[in-house]
């Protein structure tokens, strides 16, 4: 025996409380789609226009990650398509699209399975867009997910190029009936800025999917921890409170999946025959730093930069919370950052209404005798975890580096 056998025998658990661990992957689609039959019957009868006719020009899904807004929207959209031969469904994920020149060319690859050079520039991506979708039957919705990452760049903005998918003269000179279906988290408004003329070409057709609440939780998990750990690991008052205390830190499905795998795994560890509270309070700290994290990478690099100076960061300096609004403005226009990034005190307010709507900061009014009243500021989550990931946000941001097309 070698080594190796040893360390594999070491690692691999006598008494695994999982019978079937993939099931807890928060990627895994699930046969069945639990507690969004509001969303899916709204999502429904917007396609179902397609019988009168109609489909709006576009429909906006929003809401905190781990919602099921890409899992509805996909399933409810191809569900409908492969009943109507009239309608087809295209999926596009811009997420790691960093100009909008890329985004059109995902968009054209997923059509075409082909992209073009940076020569032919924006034109000559959506008349190639346009050329595949005239072949394409009378309808055809296009899901473009995690639209929030659509940007500025150097060469083009987010308005140009919604109203070359929305009224480009290509679309319009071949008939084609395009229903463009946005997903995207809360923040759509905030980061694309569109001009009046893309407005009013956009529909108001809108989908919310709200935070999961604890039953709605207990509705989607049930039937997968029920098929991931072996009968009796998981006793009933354990599973509740790992799904209420899920719901209460952060109604995403996705982190209350990790949640569970990761107890399972501390418990197999331990050698233990069920899973305990205690394993789940041991990972929920993990998953609150996971979890928040996640967040903060995803965040517009404005929002990021405020959010280190509600931490109190100037050059290298001591954390100090709360701060007020004065704080965060001096800060930012300190040193520490460059003219370019810097704010005025507007942005600033607007920015931490933003930072507050999405639970990653609280403010409250402090009196203060004869100096007035004084708004306070600070995290929600453990500040050093924005100093601790300043530099992996820089290296791995989508909305920085946006100046080069591909």
Known sequence: MSKYDDLFDEVTADESLFREKGVLDPLAEPDEIHARDAQERELA??????????????VTIYGPPGTGK??????????????????AVEYVNLKECRTLFSAANEILFELTGEKKGAYEGLDGVFEGIWEALAEYPEW?????????????????DPSDFFYRLLRGEGKLKRGVDLSVWLVSNELLEVDLRLDSRVESAMSDEAVFFPPYGPDELAAVLEPRLERAFREGTVPEEVRDYGVA??????????????????????????GLDQLTRECLETNLEATEREATVSKLLDLPTNHFLVLTAVTGWDQGGEIKQPV????????LEGETFPEALQLGERAV???LTDLETMGLVETWIDSRGREGRVKQIETTFEPQWVRDNRLRYVEESTYLGADTED
Not at 45 to 51: E, N, P, Y
Not at 140 to 156: F, G, R, W
């Open 45 to 58: 009868s917007l396609l179902a226009g397609v019988h009168e006719g109609y489909l709006p020009p576009t």
């Open 70 to 87: 890409t899992l509805s929207t996909r399933r409810v959209c191809r569900e409908f398509a492969s009943r109507t031969d009239a309608v």
């Open 140 to 156: 055809t919705v296009l899901i473009l997910d995690e639209i929030d990452h659509v940007q500025h760049d150097s060469n083009y």
């Open 245 to 270: 205390e899920a719901a209460r830190r952060w109604g995403d499905a996705r982190k209350a999946l990790t949640l569970f795998r990761q107890a399972g795994e501390t418990a197999t560890e331990r």
């Open 324 to 331: 007020t609004t004065a704080d965060v403005h001096s800060i």
């Open 349 to 351: 307010r607007g920015v």
